[in-house]
C-alpha cells in the first residue's frame, strides 16, 4: 500500500504543479498516470510544440514546461506510479481514500486529486484484422523501453511529431526503421522533419510514403507487416510494427465513479476549492467543468493551488494556515534543502 496525504490521478502540467503547492503546505503528493512518462498530452502529442500562453515564458516548448515543473517539484520529492489506470476508488469510514490501479498498485490518501486532462488516454488504433493477438508481442503504441528495440527490425507509421522523434531515436539503435505514412507531407516541427530527410539520405531510415500498413503476418508473434504503395503491395520484415496515430481521450474508469459528470467532464464547486460531489474527491484542469470554464494551463494551476489549500484546511480543522509570499517565507524542501530570497542588509554607503 503506497500512502500519502493527496492522490492526483494524472501526472500532466496542473497535476504536476499541484505538488509544489502542496509542498508549500507540507502536504505529501503521488501521481498516477496511465502513460510511461509524466506530462501528459505535453510529453506524449506534441513535445517540440511552443506555448505562449504561460506567464512569464514568451514561448516554451511543451517538453521543457514539464521539466522545469519537474525540477520545480523535485524537491518535495513526489511518487510516481506510471503506465498504470487509476481503476477504483474507496471511501473508507475515516473519510480517506484507497485508490487502486488496473494493474492492482493500492494508494492510501486522505484526499483525492483528479487531474486527468481530457481523461485517460487510449492510442488510436489502426482497423487492422488480429491487431489484437499482436499486442505485446510485436505490436507497441509508446515506446516505454527504447532500450528493447536494440539491433531490431522497426516498422513505425505515423505522420506527426511521435512518428518523426521516435523514427531520429531509434535510427542509431534498431537493425532497421521503416517509416510509414499514408502522405508524402509530414505534419511536424521543422528540425525534425529535415533530420529525418538526412537520416533517409544516409540510408539509416527507409521512407515508405505514400504508404498504408494494410496486414500484419507472424505466427506466435509478429514478423512482418504488408505495405501498400499506391496499389502495390510489398512485405517488410519486422520485430516490432509502433503505430503512433496520436491518442483518444476517455473519461475511463473514473466515470463510475459516483461522480457528477456533464459532457464528458466532472462537475465541481469552482465557487470554493474545485470539490466534487464527493467530498475529499477534487477536479482540477481540464478534466473539470463548471460555468465559464477554460480549458488552459494557467486556469489548472490556479485551481490546484485552491485544491491543495482546502485539502490542507479539511486535515486541520480549527487551525489557521498564514499564506505568505514565497519571497517571504523561503520554500523548505522535504529533501532538507531550503530556498529563500537573499536577506537584506543595513550599511552606510559612504
Known sequence: ????????????????????????????????????????????????????????????????????????????????????????????????????????????????????????????????????????????????????????????????????????????????????????EFRGALDSVEKVQALKDQGKINMLTPGEIVELKGTDKLEAVVVDIEGEKREIACDYFIPLFGLTPKLGPIADWGLEIEKNAIKVNNALDYQTNIPGIYAIGDVNIYPGKLKLILCGFHEATLMCQSVYNMLNPGKKFVLKYTTVSGINGFDGTRKEAEKAVVKSIE
Not at 505538488?19 to 517540440?48: R, S
Not at 510544440?49 to 521543457?64: C, H, L, R, T
Not at 536494440?150 to 531515436?169: F, T
Open 1 to 184: 500500500m503506497i500512502e500519502t496525504d493527496i492522490i492526483i490521478i494524472g501526472a500532466g502540467p496542473t497535476g504536476l504543479f499541484a505538488v509544489f503547492e502542496a509542498g508549500l503546505l507540507k502536504l505529501k503528493c503521488h501521481l498516477i498516470d496511465g502513460l510511461p512518462q509524466p506530462g501528459g498530452q505535453l510529453t506524449e502529442l506534441y513535445p517540440k510544440k511552443p506555448i505562449f500562453d504561460i506567464p512569464g515564458y514568451p514561448s516554451v516548448g511543451a517538453a521543457e514546461l514539464i521539466d522545469n515543473l519537474m525540477e520545480q517539484i523535485k524537491q518535495f520529492q513526489p511518487g510516481f506510479t506510471l503506465n498504470e489506470v487509476a481503476e477504483t476508488v474507496e471511501k473508507l469510514e475515516d473519510g480517506t481514500f484507497i485508490v487502486t490501479t488496473n494493474k492492482g498498485t493500492k494508494h492510501h490518501g486522505k484526499a483525492v486529486a483528479i487531474a486527468g486532462g481530457l481523461g485517460s488516454f487510449e492510442p488510436r488504433k489502426p482497423e487492422l484484422e488480429n491487431l489484437a493477438f499482436y499486442e505485446d508481442k510485436g505490436v507497441e503504441y509508446f515506446v516505454k523501453k527504447p532500450e528493447m528495440f536494440a539491433g531490431k527490425k522497426i516498422v513505425i507509421a505515423g505522420g506527426g511529431d511521435s512518428a518523426l522523434d521516435w523514427s531520429i531515436y531509434l535510427a542509431d539503435l534498431a537493425a532497421e526503421v521503416h517509416l510509414v505514412h499514408r502522405r508524402n
